[in-house]
């Protein structure tokens, strides 16, 4: 058994299925990053993940599966405006608000889908993005697999950089994290706060959108009730245990990814072991990351919300 369970870890197949289960992980985070940064805590990733698989494979159903990428990303910027308003210029705690979005997700895709396509006996289905194979990159033996994926993965793979450009790199970026550590401060050198996280919100919901759409769309073609299954709280986790960086937060994901794989592979073989306990596993281990890592340092204004001063 050992023998079969090595063989599985060190194969090309295991380290393309790790690829692919972190790619909605990415995603969700280099979006959720934004957000957090600026000091608006997006514990909703999970909703809207869950929003962006309904619509996303809405629109794949009936135009096909570009349209429903973008389906699923103008429904759930539109729908985080009521986020924004909440957190930003109510200043509602964002917790309360966070857990209310995930909930109303969980009703209106349950909802949505009954009124539209009833109570079937059969799995709907709808058109999955192809895997797109680099020219020569793909041919590599064995980290291959990083270029014999769907376009959801590549788009995870450039974000990490483009985020990191924006941080680091642009004004935009640095009036992110000023905001975040010290809006008062910010607002005094004439930032624009709610603005910033306006954007940071609509960031994160769009790329938390791109993510739930690519489970429908790009991995398994069919929606189903709550099917996002707690990836966006990984996700999450992701960014924290990340320390808020790109690319802490890009490894952070690829190991919830490996986790993933194998547990999926390990109920694949057969093993004696009762499902359920592999299906714990990328919870398990993100309480662990949790323990052993700890959360790392956050922002100082994450999850205050600001008043502008008068």
């Not at 289960?21 to 985070?29: H, M, V």
């Amino acid at each position: 058994m050992l023998h079969d369970i090595l063989s599985m870890v060190f194969s090309e197949a295991f380290l393309s299925s790790s690829i692919r289960l972190a790619s909605p992980l990415l995603l969700a985070a280099m979006g959720g990053i934004l957000s957090e940064r600026s000091g608006v805590l997006f514990l909703g990733l999970e909703g809207f993940m869950l929003l962006g698989a309904f619509f996303g494979f809405l629109g794949s159903y009936y135009f096909g599966p570009y349209v429903g990428i973008l389906t699923a990303v103008a429904v759930c910027m539109v729908i985080s405006l009521i986020y924004a308003v909440s957190t930003v210029t109510l200043a509602v705690n964002q917790v309360v608000v966070s857990v209310s979005m995930n909930i109303l997700a969980l009703g209106i895709t349950g909802a949505y889908l009954r009124v539209l396509f009833g109570a079937h006996t059969h799995q709907l289905t709808t058109v999955r993005l192809r895997v797109m194979e680099i020219p020569l990159l793909s041919s590599i033996p064995f980290f291959g697999a990083f270029f014999r994926q769907n376009l959801f993965t590549y788009i995870g793979y450039l974000l990490v950089p483009v985020v990191y450009i924006i941080f680091f790199r642009t004004k935009w970026g640095l009036n992110i994290r000023a905001v975040g550590e010290n809006p008062h401060a910010a607002e005094t050198m004439g930032v624009n706060v709610s603005r910033i996280r306006y954007l940071s919100i609509l960031w994160a919901s769009a790329f938390a959108a791109v993510a739930g759409a690519s489970q429908t769309i790009g991995n398994l073609g069919i929606f189903v009730d709550n099917m996002i299954a707690g990836k966006g709280f990984i996700a999450f986790a992701a960014i924290i245990l990340g320390r808020f960086h790109p690319l802490g937060v890009m490894l952070t994901v690829f190991f919830f990814g490996i986790v993933d794989a194998f547990q999926l592979n390990l109920q694949a073989m057969g093993s004696s072991i009762p499902y359920q306990f592999p299906l714990m596993m990328p919870y398990v281990f993100t309480l662990i990351a949790f323990l052993l890592a700890g959360s790392g340092k956050a922002p100082k204004a994450w999850g205050v919300p600001y008043t502008m001063e008068k």
